[in-house]
């Protein structure tokens, strides 16, 4: 079955970036040097190739954008300056923009306004929630005297639950784009590949190993820094849930959770590292792949920034017992964002948190199968 | 044929008193560290024709020539050989050498023991001496049956037609203006510009083909040397270098014959016409040829941003490269005569993308598909047009060499479905409102002209030059000049290039009053001849060879006869004439007959035999050492 070229297909995608990949001649140069491309992951040039004669199903059924590391290798050796690189990032921006139904996410990539629109919007919705939801609670703060502790917890409660399902949906759906072509395979292939996935995630191994590394010391380089970020957000997850758990759950009775508030802390310090770390790679355009930012890559390093200040603001708040009107803003402030950070997951480019797991779960469940 | 002063042939016999000098070059080691060059001198030298026999260790040096001038001069000798290089570095050298002491030119001959033995046999110095001593005797056996020669000459009509009134054309009438030569430019058409009158616009200058036309016709047409002969042809050309006589007839059927010295042709090309029903041409009113295409450009329907054809907006189109060039048989159909264009048109990707710049330049919301081959975008800066047009979003596809794209009607717009190389040999559908096919050049039929001179043609059916290299613009008959794309697919620029090239090749060939011409032409020994013709059917030299009547005891009787101006020397009529009666000068049968006695011969091997025995072989160094003593 003959495929139908449509030249649509590429114009969308140049607007997400990618605004010299029609220079693209096809001499596969940045395959050839791409240090992570290989049979079972092939690219940059066949995801370019698959932009520009339209085809967008087999576009988005690749996992291969979600392998690149944008470690710029090929950009820098393309004979005709085409940016197979930022194509790649584009692709990326351009798959989260439109494989969601709702449009949201269309909607916030298609323009600056749009992004700050729908994050004042949700943002207002949470805090008119917070605000207004009165639960009993034990646990009584001046602080809370706006936002109440309880319906911190609630409304959290709630946030995750539709986040989860809505993820749930995201990932049904992009899994089974990736995984189309590979077959079925045995659980313990599964298992295997989801091991992979799990160490590759949580060390970035491939992109320090494989990738070229930059003049750069390795507190800063993009690797350290994304790792940074990372377990720096994981730690803060973790400390939110175990202070749930140990502080409104159980009949304790206690008010300070003190190992939560340790990995708290030390977690929050090692993510504001990593994202201001990341925020100034950007301004100083250090590298490359960090040339040229989208609206969407400043919202989640400001709101992941955002949030990390008035986090710890609230944590000097809580340990002095402040009880200024300023703190009492910013723990609505530092709620509501986290909350909208979460709720919007799969409409942001924080559902590279789905994409890149699932891509590389894929690529590993095929390598798997043919080794 | 008054103006040829073809010299009789002298008899052999007549050629009483053989002194011949031997010179057995060193070539500065060369030779002499195979070949033992003193043997050789010493070998020659009882030959019973050779006066002197001498070996040095450069003689094409100064002192080197200076040896055979002062035997010459001295009288010692009337006939020379010098064993060295090839005769196509120095065989001129001497010849010059000879001529200084006075002595006829052709009275020589050059031996190769070179290329032909030193450089060829280095491990066997003892055969290749034999072989280089073999070689000279048969060189002194040839030029001691050499009878003095004359070179051949004609009287110049200083005047040029030209062929065709295209930009080559035109450009060579200007350039021979310019040097003071009259031209009468002959062309068919009722216009003049030829192929590049049509063009909407050129690279890089962007003028239009017909401003190019201007600039060369407004100098043209107040250049009182040139006449110039619209809606006219050639129909008959006859003579040679030096003097043509042409006859040219307008569309009135009015004769008339010019005169001229040298015949430039610049009848350019054909733009190849697609076959009913090919890719869709003919048979889908949305298909169109490049040339056509750019008739579109011309005329305005590309205006405020939109292409309008017909009733319909042109939303997108497809570009096919390679239609009618760099075909496959088996894969495309035959031309008429049964070969396919197999040569690649050279100008067409150029071409193509410029087009489709200038679309994406005015129209910039058509999407542009290419299908290639692979783009050859040779010409100085024109690789620009390709990355420009690819930069603005061209979309390119590679078809397989051996599966061109098919193109189809689907409800008034074209599909083109092709296998795509560069989507790893998938098969896509390109819907497009309009498909331009990029045709390449064909020769022109200019069968008529070909068969009056039996003018050489190659296999792609273009005219055919002497050397691709050296000699780029001249034909094999002598005085006919190639300018432009009659000799291959060429660009505005090259066609230019080969026409001033073209005129000056003419304008040396009348630089002076009268034409020297090799004498190694055939002669006719009439009393020999029995008018068999066998010779007029091998000749290949249209008009060099005639039968004439001739008076004969009484009776009159057909003879063969010689034009000199017009006969190459190539001796096919020599190697086919049953009583030898013709002969081609300075290589008679008589002379390969003894050379090949001398090389077969059993003296010369004794000779040689002797003189090893009696000297050992001298080393490159001892020579040098004794010469320089």
């Known amino acids: 079955m003959a495929i139908t070229v ?28 791409c240090p992570l491309s290989d049979e079972h992951g092939n690219f940059p040039r066949r995801i370019i190739r698959l932009g520009q004669i339209g085809d967008r199903e087999r576009l988005l059924d690749s996992p291969e954008a979600w392998l690149c590391y944008y470690c710029g290798e090929c950009s820098d050796t393309c004979p005709r300056e085409a940016e197979p690189g930022e194509y790649m990032a584009a692709v990326r921006r351009y798959a989260i923009a439109s494989a969601e139904p709702t449009g949201l996410a269309r909607w916030a990539y298609g323009s600056t306004l749009g992004l700050l629109a729908i994050t004042a919007l949700f943002g207002a919705i949470l805090g008119a929630f917070l605000v207004g939801v009165r639960p009993p609670s034990e646990v009584q703060h001046v602080l809370f005297r706006m936002v109440s502790y309880g319906a911190v917890h609630s409304v959290g409660i709630a946030v995750m639950v539709l986040t989860v399902l809505s993820m749930a ?52 380089n993009a690797a350290s820094v994304h790792l940074a970020i990372l377990w720096g957000f994981l730690g803060l997850l973790a400390a939110t849930i175990l202070d749930y758990i140990f502080i409104a759950l159980l009949p304790l009775g206690i008010t300070t959770f003190w190992p939560a508030r340790i990995i708290g802390t030390i977690s929050g310090v090692v993510m504001m590292a990593g994202v201001t770390a990341a925020i100034v790679r950007r301004l100083a355009k250090v590298e490359k792949n960090v040339a040229r930012t989208d609206p969407m890559d400043w919202w989640l390093l400001w709101v992941l920034w955002i949030l990390g200040i008035t986090g710890f603001w609230l944590e000097v708040a809580v340990t002095l ?4 009107a300023l703190s009492v803003i910013v723990l609505l402030v530092h709620a509501a964002l986290a909350m909208e950070l979460i709720l919007l997951t799969t409409f942001t480019k924080f559902a590279h948190v789905i994409y890149r797991p699932l891509a590389l779960f894929a690529y590993f469940v095929r390598r798997g199968t043919a080794s | 044929m008054s103006d040829i002063n073809a010299v009789p042939r002298t008899d052999k016999a007549a050629a009483d008193d053989v002194r011949v000098g031997v010179y057995v070059c060193h070539c500065g080691g060369n030779i002499s560290d195979v070949v033992d060059t003193a043997a050789v001198a010493d070998a020659l030298s009882h030959h019973p024709d050779v006066a002197i026999a001498r070996d040095y260790v450069f003689m094409c040096s100064d002192p080197g020539q200076s040896l055979i001038v002062d035997d010459i001069k001295a009288g010692k000798i009337n006939r020379v050989v010098v064993a060295a290089c090839s005769p196509s570095l120095h065989e001129l050298t001497f010849r010059k050498a000879l001529e200084r002491a006075g002595l006829n030119p052709y009275l020589y001959e050059h031996v190769n023991i070179r290329e032909q033995t030193s450089w060829v046999h280095k491990g066997d110095h003892e055969r290749a001496t034999r072989k280089a001593i073999r070689l000279t005797a048969a060189g002194v056996e040839k030029v001691a049956r050499q009878d003095p020669l004359e070179s051949i000459a004609v009287d110049v009509v200083p005047h040029v037609v030209v062929i065709g009134g295209g930009i080559a054309g035109m450009s060579a009438a200007v350039a021979l203006a310019e040097r003071g030569i009259g031209v009468t430019l002959i062309e068919a058409s009722d216009r003049l510009g030829g192929r590049v009158a049509e063009l909407p616009s050129v690279y890089p200058t962007e003028q239009t083909g017909e401003d190019l036309i201007r600039e060369l016709r407004d100098h043209l047409f107040v250049e009182p040397l040139i006449e110039v002969r619209l ?8 003579g040679h270098v030096g003097k043509f006589r042409l006859l040219v007839t307008d569309a009135d059927g009015a004769s008339a014959e010019v005169r001229a010295g040298a015949i430039i042709l610049a009848t350019g090309f054909d733009h190849y016409r697609p076959a009913d029903g090919e890719l869709g041409y003919g048979t889908s009113p949305s298909v169109m040829t490049l040339p056509e295409f750019l008739g579109v450009l011309r005329d305005g329907s590309l205006a405020n941003g939109e292409l309008r054809i017909g009733q319909k907006t042109v939303k997108s189109i497809a570009f096919i490269h390679c239609v009618g060039s760099r075909q496959i048989e088996g894969v495309h159909a035959p031309q008429a005569d049964g070969k396919v264009n197999d040569y690649c048109s050279r100008v067409c990707c150029t071409a193509t993308l410029h087009a489709i710049r200038e679309v994406q330049r005015r129209c910039p919301d058509i999407a542009i598909y290419d299908l290639h081959k692979d783009i050859r975008t040779y010409g100085r800066g024109h690789e620009d047009l390709y990355l420009q047009a690819s930069r603005d979003g061209a979309l390119f596809f590679r078809y397989p060499d051996e599966e061109p794209p098919v193109v189809a009607d689907r409800s008034g717009a074209a599909v083109v479905t092709t296998k795509d190389v560069l989507t790893w040999g998938e098969e896509l559908e390109i819907p497009a409102d309009l498909v331009v096919l990029a045709t390449g ?44 794309a009659c000799q291959g697919p060429v660009d505005i620029g090259e066609a230019c290039a080969a026409a001033q090239t073209a005129a000056a090749k003419a304008a040396i060939l009348l630089s002076k009053p009268v034409i020297e011409l090799d004498p190694f032409v055939a002669h006719v020994q009439e009393d020999l001849c029995d008018g068999c013709e066998l010779c007029l059917a091998e000749c290949e030299y249209q008009g060099a060879l005639t039968m004439v009547e001739v008076q004969n005891d009484g009776g009159s009787v057909r003879r063969a006869r010689v034009n000199p101006a017009l006969c190459a020397g190539c ?27 001398a090389i077969v011969a059993e003296d010369v091997e004794s000779l040689a035999r002797s003189e090893r025995r009696a000297r050992s072989f001298a080393p490159l160094a001892v020579t040098i050492g004794e010469a320089s003593r």
């Open chain 2, 571 to 597: 001796g096919a009529c020599a190697a086919v004439c049953p009583p030898r009666a013709i002969n081609v000068a300075g290589w008679t049968l008589d002379q390969f007959d003894a050379m090949v006695d």
């Open chain 2, 231 to 238: 809606r006219s042809r050639v129909t008959a050309m006859e």
């Open chain 2, 441 to 484: 050049m064909q020769p022109r039929d200019i069968s008529d002209l070909i068969a009056m001179r039996k003018l050489p043609v190659g296999a792609d059916r273009f005219l055919q030059e002497v050397h691709p290299k050296l000699r780029p613009v001249e034909m094999a008959v002598n005085g006919v000049v190639l300018a432009g």
């Open chain 1, 321 to 324: 017992r402040a009880s200024n």
């Open chain 1, 6 to 33: 449509d030249a649509r297909l590429l114009k969308d995608i140049k607007r997400h970036g990618a605004f010299d990949v029609s220079a693209c001649f096809h001499c596969g140069n940045c395959t050839a040097v």
């Open chain 1, 169 to 220: 949906v995201s990932v049904t759906r992009v899994l089974r784009r990736f995984l189309k072509g590979a077959g079925p395979q045995p659980i313990a292939a599964y298992a295997r590949a989801a091991r992979a996935t799990l160490v590759e995630l949580a060390t970035m191994k491939r992109h320090r190993d494989e990738t070229p590394t930059p003049n750069e010391p390795w507190y800063r």
